[in-house]
């Protein structure tokens, strides 16, 4: 369920209709030994928050106030530091005893919300259940670093005419929400016709690349069959909630069971013997190689694997330690963006061991304990243990 304090910050950034969105990563936070810790923020959407173009060999300073959850205040500045090597905007200035820049704030979700050019909100969300409700309510998903909210429409990248045209054409079909599995493989075969080289990739893009592909599909479909939904008259309130909960519910399954169907599309390419959604204890999202083996005594241990599929977990990691317990070692994949040092010292205490896409994999934090595979590196590990 939704903090108040997550609440409200909705209500601003659709008020606003504008907010850009990040994941703080280990560089915002100056783990990494970079040039200075404070917030990056994107080059393509410079005017939303500075007057200063990205030039070359120049040095701008932007001063701004914002005010953060709970009438927190500082006078902080937006630079452009375009000299010799250097080619980024960075929100810093903070004042002491800034709460939301510190190690222990790597993956949280930073909401940005311009008022004015001078003037911002801003809202640090650390739990899952808001960060999920952020990106239903606004329909963005910043999961590779950022993302921005539009009142007209989420920021998007330039998309291949061949995908755009074959979502047009699957959306013209319908006149209902396809299930969660015909969406994903719908994006598969897309994917198939219009990516030159996607038989080649390698699962950590294939992954990425499909999970991205299929939530733009999505979009699409929602804006074609909710159009009529939402452009209607309301009988009353309640009839408007009840409308605007079941687009946000469809939302918020959609990411989970996409992911999901993805990874379920690379496992069995791989030959990777497994069952989704095994009636077990704990009710875990993977059983490799199977539920049957899973229950016999006289199956090793050591081949059996218990996987949870979480789109983010910053709290929910917990979870997944409930689920088959007959084995103590536990793998999570996530497209989480990075995640503290404390909290991979939290998992690898409880016999964790993260699985997440190299483009991800490589902002998290480095002086952990914790075992972090990528797509590739866990499908390997898995294949050799089945053939022993």
């Known amino acids: 369920m939704a903090s108040p304090i997550c609440e409200k910050a909705i209500a601003e950034a659709l008020g606003h209709g504008t907010a850009i969105l990040k994941f703080?990563?280990?560089?915002?936070?100056?783990?990494?030994?970079?040039?200075?810790?404070?917030?990056?923020l994107p080059k393509s959407v410079w005017k939303l928050f500075t007057p200063h173009a990205p030039t070359r060999g120049r040095l701008d300073k932007h001063e701004v106030k914002i005010i953060w959850q709970d009438q927190y205040e500082t006078k902080s500045v937006i630079t452009w530091y375009g000299r010799e090597t250097r080619s980024e905007y960075r929100l810093t200035r903070f004042g002491k005893c800034f709460p939301f820049l510190v190690p222990d704030s790597v993956g949280d979700l930073l909401m940005l919300i311009p008022?004015?050019?001078?003037?911002?909100l801003a809202y640090v969300f650390d739990l899952d259940d808001d960060i999920e409700e952020v990106m239903a309510s606004l329909g963005v998903e910043p999961f590779e670093h950022w993302a921005v909210y539009r009142?007209?429409?989420?920021?998007?990248?330039?998309?291949?005419?061949?995908?755009?045209?074959?979502?047009?054409?699957?959306?013209?079909?319908?006149?209902?929400?396809?299930?969660?599995?015909?969406?994903?493989?719908?994006?598969?075969?897309?994917?198939?016709?219009?990516?030159?080289?996607?038989?080649?990739?390698?699962?950590?893009?294939?992954?990425?690349?499909?999970?991205?592909?299929?939530?733009?599909?999505?979009?699409?479909?929602?804006?074609?069959?909710?159009?009529?939904?939402?452009?209607?008259?309301?009988?009353?309130?309640?009839?408007?909630?009840?409308?605007?909960?079941?687009i946000m519910n469809r939302r918020k399954s959609r990411a989970g069971r996409s992911l999901e169907n993805h990874v379920d599309h690379i496992l069995t390419d791989a030959k990777i013997p497994h069952e989704m959604q095994p009636r077990i204890d704990g009710k875990p999202d993977i059983i490799i190689p199977s539920t049957k083996a899973y229950l016999s005594s006289s199956y090793p241990k050591?081949?059996?694997?218990?996987?949870?599929?979480?789109?983010?977990?910053?709290?929910?990691?917990?979870?997944?330690?409930?689920?088959?317990?007959?084995?103590?070692?536990?793998?999570?994949?996530?497209?989480?963006?990075?995640?503290s040092s404390n909290q991979l010292k939290e998992m690898h205490k409880a016999n964790v061991t993260l699985v997440v896409p190299e483009r991800l994999k490589k902002d998290y934090p480095k002086n952990h304990p914790l075992e972090i595979l990528n797509m590739e590196d866990f499908v390997r590990k898995v294949g050799v243990k089945q053939v022993r």
């Open 24 to 40: 703080i990563s280990p560089n915002d936070v100056g783990v990494t030994g970079g040039h200075q810790c404070g917030f990056y």
């Open 115 to 120: 008022k004015t050019k001078k003037e911002f």
């Open 151 to 246: 009142k007209d429409g989420a920021e998007q990248v330039d998309d291949a005419s061949c995908l755009e045209r074959k979502f047009q054409i699957f959306a013209g079909k319908l006149n209902k929400f396809p299930s969660g599995k015909d969406f994903s493989q719908a994006t598969l075969k897309i994917m198939r016709e219009c990516v030159s080289n996607f038989a080649r990739m390698s699962k950590d893009e294939m992954l990425l690349d499909c999970y991205r592909t299929e939530y733009r599909l999505f979009q699409v479909v929602e804006r074609r069959l909710c159009q009529s939904e939402i452009a209607r008259l309301f009988k009353d309130v309640d009839d408007f909630l009840k409308t605007a909960a079941s």
């Open 302 to 339: 050591d081949k059996i694997f218990v996987v949870g599929v979480k789109t983010t977990c910053k709290d929910r990691w917990r979870q997944v330690l409930n689920e088959g317990k007959r084995i103590r070692k536990k793998h999570i994949l996530t497209l989480q963006p990075s995640i």
